[in-house]
């Protein structure tokens, strides 16, 4: 054997190892090109074998029986069939009788497999669970931490007591007449309930046909709904209030110690997003050590200087600035900046034959929720803005 056919025999050997990776693989049509170039590569193994035992002094080739062709079928079945039965009898293979083997078995790689549909891909069961997965997401309700005043009619008002200075009695002396003292003032808080809601039409074959607790899942996703739209009109009242700068912890410490009412910074929450929130758990004392501390009463929540921090996802109370970035710190006590007057939770109710729902087949939820947020006393908290960036 010469140099030429034990290239060719190597490149063969590698070319039908490709095969048999790509045909495991379920790459077919690659696995096929390459059985073909091991193919040719075959010829050409075969032709120099038969050019060599030509070229071969005192070899004769019988005239009357010509010798069959490497291609030829029949001597290919009767090559295999032997080289098989060596297999099963656990005999060494040449080096022809592998390459023989490896061939067939690449062929035989095109019989029913699941990576082809019509090869059987098809009777393979797949996996599909139709399960709703809901995504974990924030919904921290502000509903608790504002004062809720539940009402019975659509408009009304509720009597507050206005900011005044109280002056201190005078001094009297006997027998003299007292003069007029200062009176307490008060204001209305006017309240006029919005009606809020929509309806959702479900498909009634969905409805059959689904194996999943469809009414169940639509019902907590309403809740949700509600829940945004009740902080969406708590935050927008906020909102309304004056920014002011903060600097640094400082600024927050003078909020709650001076802008405050004693009374107000004893209730006082911390209400901001995840930027701010981010900027606080990273301050530090003088010797390293975090200046939040958790909640004894609540864990998973962190303080500072005594007060709750109220964490909102930025997507909710977004971060303003496009230079510089203001993350919102709103602190007070909320319960006395503003009041929610609920006429009525949100309510659910579906129907398959009222409305448009009998005519075109399906199941219509409608949700109606009612109230009307104002401020009841808004000095109660500082709208502040730290930057962060």
Same mark, same amino acid.
């Given at each position: 054997? %010469? ?23 379920? *790459? ?57 039965? *060596? ?28 990576? #082809? ?54 001094? /009297? ?37 689904? %194996? ?15 829940? #945004? ?12 209030? &004056? ?61 500072? *200087? ?15 600035? &496009?230079? &510089? ?42 949700? /109606? ?21």
């Amino acid at each position: 054997m %010469d140099e030429k056919e034990r290239e060719l025999r190597q490149r063969l050997a590698a070319k039908l190892e490709e095969a048999r990776s790509l045909a495991a693989e379920g *790459k077919l049509d690659e696995a096929r090109a390459a059985k073909d170039t091991a193919k040719e590569l075959r010829s050409q193994i075969d032709l120099l074998a038969e050019i060599r035992d030509t070229d071969t002094p005192g070899v004769t080739t019988p005239v009357s029986e010509p010798e069959k062709r490497a291609d030829d079928p029949a001597d290919k079945d009767a090559q295999y069939r032997s080289a098989f039965l *060596k297999t099963l009898r656990n005999k060494q293979l040449n080096a022809e009788e592998r390459t023989l083997i490896e061939e067939r078995t690449i062929e035989e790689t095109r019989g029913m497999q699941e990576g #082809v549909d019509e090869d059987g891909g098809l009777i393979v069961p797949q996996d599909i669970n139709t399960m709703i997965h809901e995504l974990k997401r924030q919904y921290i309700s502000l509903e608790s931490y504002v004062t809720v005043e539940p009402v019975s009619t659509r408009s009304g008002s509720r009597v507050i007591e206005k900011n005044a200075d109280i002056t201190p009695f005078v001094e /009297i002396t006997e027998l003299t007449d007292l003069d007029d003292m200062d009176n307490p003032k008060f204001s209305p808080v006017k309240f006029d309930i919005k009606d809020r809601g929509g309806i959702m039409p479900i498909s009634n074959s969905l409805l059959n046909d689904t %194996d999943q607790n469809l009414m169940a899942y639509i019902s907590k996703w309403i809740a949700k709904k509600s829940v #945004v739209t009740r902080n969406k009109l708590i935050l927008a009242l906020l909102d309304t209030k &004056t920014k002011v700068q903060l600097n640094g912890l400082d600024d927050i410490k003078r909020i709650l110690n001076v802008d405050l009412d004693p009374s107000i910074s004893l209730g006082a929450i911390i209400l901001t997003n995840q930027d701010g929130f981010h900027w606080l758990d990273t301050q530090k004392d003088s010797d390293g050590r975090d200046l939040l501390q958790p909640n004894p009463q609540n864990p998973t929540q962190k303080m500072y *200087k005594g007060k709750p921090i109220v964490v909102l996802a930025n997507r909710w109370l977004p971060t303003t600035g &496009t230079t &510089t970035k203001l993350a919102p710190m709103i602190i007070g006590d909320l319960k006395e900046a503003v009041v929610l007057f609920d006429r009525q939770q949100y309510s659910i109710a579906s129907t398959n034959v009222g409305g448009k729902s009998f005519a075109r087949n399906s199941t219509d939820v409608r949700a /109606i929720q009612r109230e009307d947020v104002r401020a009841f006393d808004l000095d109660a908290v500082v709208y502040g803005q730290i930057t962060i960036a």
